[in-house]
């Protein structure tokens, strides 16, 4: 459930007709679009719009039981544009796991983003934000490569330790590559991202993949 926001509107195409002819019902394209979204858990956005192809039915849970059950998870994508205060809020949501650091003596070590200060930067194309590791505060410079996300991680007083670095650039790096967010039965997963400044403010577009295996709750909370 949202807590707050200044739309939300829902497009769905679908003949009526063969709820009565058929076992499972194909509706689709379906699409979700809202501004200004706001969570319980505090997830926000500017702007979202999201869109499954196909959705699979089941009609006898939808007659019988008046539940939207799928019969296959519906797959599509999702754009969604966050000012840097929804980074801030991303990057520290509390479903996002934390990131730990295996070391050789096999000790495992926090890695943590940190909310506040972060920047969205149209002009260089790039995001910066913070993280607490080692007791030391770090600096994290995401682009958009080729290749994918890429996150540069330099300490920010100190002795510099290029080793440490590079294996913190590479974990945030993978991070982002591999990032699959769920909510409640809907996975997210990151592929690819562009920097703007359309709107009000600098914008980061995050491009995601959606596999809906089952639709939220009303009592999930996210």
């Known amino acids: 459930r949202l807590a707050d926001h200044s739309g939300v509107s829902c497009d769905v195409t679908a003949d009526p007709g063969d709820i009565f002819l058929r076992r499972n019902l194909n509706v689709g394209p379906v699409t979700v679009t ?3 979204w706001r969570s319980s858990l505090g997830l926000t956005c500017r702007m979202i719009e999201a869109t499954v192809q196909t959705c699979t039915l089941d009609v006898g849970k939808v ?5 939207l059950r799928l019969v296959v ?6 754009m969604v544009a966050l000012n840097s205060e929804d980074f801030g809020n991303f990057i520290t949501h509390p479903l996002i796991e934390p990131l730990t650091v295996r070391k050789h003596n096999g000790n495992v070590e926090h890695f943590q983003f940190l909310k506040d200060d ?3 930067d149209a002009l260089r194309k790039e995001v910066t ?5 080692q007791g030391q505060k770090w600096r994290c410079t995401l682009r958009r490569k ?8 330099e ?3 100190g002795r510099e330790d290029l080793t440490t670095s590079m ?5 945030v790096s993978n991070f982002f590559n591999k990032l699959i967010f769920e909510l409640d039965g809907v996975f997210l997963s990151y592929r690819d991202l562009m920097i703007t400044e359309k709107g009000n403010s600098p914008t980061v577009l995050l491009a995601l993949a959606i596999s809906v295996h089952k639709f939220p709750s009303a009592r999930a909370s996210f």
């Open 129 to 133: 934000f913070f993280s607490n590791y």
């Open 73 to 78: 998870p519906a797959e599509g994508q999702s």
């Open 34 to 36: 809202g501004r200004n």
């Open 155 to 157: 300490a920010i007083c």
């Open 118 to 120: 972060v920047v969205v």
């Open 167 to 171: 294996e913190l650039t590479k974990l």
């Open 146 to 153: 080729s290749s994918g996300a890429v996150v540069r991680v």
């Open 63 to 67: 007659v019988r039981d008046r539940k």
